[in-house]
C-alpha cells in the first residue's frame, strides 16, 4: 500500500501551496503583454468578469472533486465512470509534457540569474540569447547538437524539483512553499518599488491604467482575458484538484478559491506595474517607442530586460533581483505541476512517493534533453503551441463535461457549501454546464486558427508525434494494470 493519505498540517500551507502553484512565468511575462495588447486599462474589465465568472468557478470545481472523493485524479475518473480513466491520463500526459519544457523555461532562468550579476549578456543581449545560450539553429537541423550549460541548467532544475516532490507532503511542498513564496512576496515588491523610481517611469505604468474603450466591443480581446485566466490560474491541470484532495475535513473551500484567486491575479497586476515601469525607462532612455518594447516571455525576460539592465547603474542589483523571482515562481508552479501526475501513479502502481517521483523525473529530464540542442527553442515553441493553445483546453472541456455533466453536480454544490462561509448555487452550475463549455471551444477554435499559419515539415512532424503521444499514453495507463485491487474499488 502507499501508505496514509497524505494531509496538509495547516490551511496556511494549503493556500501558499495554491498560490504557489498559480503564480508562475505567466503571471510575470505572459500578464503584461496581454493587457497591453487588448487594451491597457480596460482590459480589467474582461478579465475580472472572466476571473470571477470562469476562473474561480472551475477552481471551485476541481476544489470540490478533490475533496469530495479525496483521491488522484486517475482513481476519480474511474469511479465516475469506469471508461473514463484514460480521460485522467489525458489529462497528465499533457501537463507531464507541459512540464518538460516549463523546466527548460526556468532553467534558461537559472543561467540568466548566473549572468545577471555581471551582465554578462554584453551590449547585444539579443543576439547572445539566440547565439552564446541557445545556440539555435532556428529549425530542425540542431537536434543532434547538445547545448552543455543548457542541459546542466535544466538537471539542475530537475534535480531540485524531484528533490521536492519525493519528500512527504509538509516537508516538500508544504515547506517550500512557505519559504519561497513569502521571499517572492518580498522580491517583487522591491522590484515594484525600485522600478518605479526609474526615469521614464510613468511613460510605462501609465499605460496599465489607460483604457482603450473600443477594445471591449472585440470578442478577442473578452477570449484573451480568458486565456490569461486559465493560463495564471492553472485550470485543469488537476493542481488545485490534487491539493485539495489532501486538504483535512472542516475546510473552508469557497473562501480559500477566492482567497488564492485573488492573490494570483493581485500578483499579476502588481508586477506587472514594475515591468511597464520597467519599459517605461527603457523607452525613454533609448528613444525606442514603447510599443516595440513590449512583448512577453523570452523576449521579455531574455532580451528586452537585459537591454534595460544594461543602462541601468543599479542594472546588476535589479537584474539579479528579478531572475531570482522568475526562478521561484518557476520552482514552485513546477513542483504543482508534477505532484498530480506522481499521486495518480502512486495510487495506481501502488508505489511510493518517492518511487514515482523518481521515475517521472527522470523520463521528464530525457524528454527535457531535446530542449537542450541546438533546436531546442525551436522544438520548445512547437510544444507550447500545440500543448497549451490546443491540447489542454480540449481537456479542460473534456473536464466540464465530465463534472458538470456526468457526474452528479449537485453533490458538488453540497460539498463546497458545507462548511464554506460563502455559498454557491444555481448561477454556479449554470456557468459549469453552459458558459464555460462555449468559452472554452471559442478559445479552442481561435488557438487552432492561430497555429494553422506557420507549418512546415517539421513542425507537422512534431505535432503529430505529440498528438500521439497524448492519445497512446494514456491508453498504456489505462490498459496497465493497478498495483493493487482497491484501486479498482469505489
Ligand atoms: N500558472 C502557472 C503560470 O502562470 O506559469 C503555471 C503554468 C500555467 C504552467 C500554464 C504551465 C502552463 F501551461
Excluded at 474561480?56 to 473514463?84: C, M, R
Excluded at 519561497?180 to 517611469?201: A, D, K, R
Excluded at 488557438?447 to 508525434?465: K, P
Amino acid at each position: 500500500m502507499t501508505g496514509k493519505r497524505s494531509e496538509w498540517d495547516s490551511n496556511l500551507t494549503f493556500i501558499l501551496a495554491m498560490i504557489g502553484s498559480a503564480i508562475g512565468l505567466g503571471n510575470i511575462w505572459r500578464f503584461p503583454n496581454v493587457l497591453y495588447s487588448n487594451g491597457g486599462g480596460s482590459f480589467m474589465i474582461p478579465y475580472i468578469v472572466s476571473l470571477f465568472l470562469l476562473g474561480i468557478s472551475f477552481v471551485l470545481v476541481e476544489y470540490a472533486v478533490g475533496f469530495k472523493f479525496k483521491t488522484s485524479l486517475a482513481k476519480i475518473l474511474y469511479n465516475i465512470h469506469n471508461k473514463l480513466e484514460p480521460v485522467a491520463w489525458f489529462v497528465l500526459t499533457i501537463v507531464f509534457l507541459i512540464t518538460t519544457y516549463y523546466i527548460c523555461i526556468v532553467g534558461w532562468d537559472l543561467i540568466y540569474l548566473a549572468l545577471s550579476f555581471t551582465k554578462a549578456w554584453g551590449s547585444n543581449p539579443d543576439l547572445f540569447f539566440t547565439q552564446s545560450v541557445l545556440h539555435s539553429t532556428d529549425s530542425i537541423r540542431g537536434i543532434f547538437t547538445i547545448v552543455p550549460t543548457i542541459l546542466v541548467s535544466i538537471i539542475i532544475i530537475w534535480s531540485v524539483v524531484w528533490a521536492i516532490i519525493r519528500t512527504n507532503l509538509n516537508d516538500g511542498i508544504g515547506k517550500v512553499s512557505r519559504i519561497l513564496l513569502p521571499i517572492l512576496c518580498i522580491i517583487v515588491v522591491i522590484f515594484v518599488i525600485y522600478s518605479l523610481t526609474l526615469p521614464g517611469s510613468y511613460i510605462g505604468y501609465t499605460q496599465i491604467f489607460n483604457p482603450d474603450w473600443s477594445a471591449l466591443a472585440n470578442p478577442n480581446v473578452w477570449l484573451a482575458a480568458f486565456g490569461q485566466i486559465v493560463f495564471s490560474l492553472s485550470l485543469g491541470m488537476a493542481i488545485a484538484l490534487t491539493y485539495a484532495s489532501y486538504l483535512p475535513e472542516g475546510s473552508k473551500l469557497v473562501d480559500n478559491a477566492l482567497i488564492v484567486a485573488f492573490s494570483n491575479s493581485g500578483f499579476e497586476v502588481f508586477n506587472s506595474i514594475g515591468i511597464f515601469s520597467v519599459l517605461g525607462f527603457m523607452a525613454m532612455t533609448s528613444g525606442i517607442p514603447f510599443n516595440e518594447l513590449v512583448t512577453e516571455g523570452t523576449g521579455l525576460a531574455f532580451v528586452v530586460f537585459p537591454q534595460a539592465f544594461n543602462t541601468m547603474q543599479t542594472g546588476s542589483i535589479l537584474g539579479p533581483i528579478f531572475f531570482l523571482c522568475i526562478l521561484f515562481a518557476g520552482i514552485t508552479s513546477a513542483i504543482a505541476l508534477l505532484e498530480g501526475i506522481c499521486y495518480s501513479i502512486s495510487e495506481k502502481f501502488d508505489f511510493s512517493r518517492e518511487k514515482s517521483a523518481t521515475i517521472v523525473s527522470i523520463i521528464g529530464l530525457l524528454i527535457s534533453t531535446i530542449f537542450a540542442t541546438a533546436s531546442g527553442s525551436f522544438i520548445l515553441g512547437i510544444f507550447d503551441a500545440f500543448l497549451n493553445n490546443f491540447a489542454l483546453l480540449f481537456a479542460v472541456l473534456l473536464e466540464c463535461i465530465i463534472f458538470g455533466w456526468i457526474y452528479d453536480f449537485d453533490e458538488l454544490i453540497n460539498t463546497l457549501n458545507e462548511n464554506s462561509r460563502i455559498k454557491v448555487g444555481k448561477l454556479w452550475k449554470t456557468v459549469i454546464r453552459f458558459i464555460l463549455p462555449i468559452c472554452i471551444a471559442g478559445l479552442w477554435i481561435q488557438g487552432i486558427f492561430s497555429s494553422i499559419s506557420q507549418e512546415d515539415s517539421a513542425t507537422l512532424a512534431i505535432r503529430t508525434i505529440l498528438l500521439a503521444a497524448i492519445i497512446v499514453l494514456p491508453i498504456i495507463l489505462t490498459k496497465l494494470p493497478a498495483g493493487n485491487e482497491d484501486y479498482y474499488e469505489n
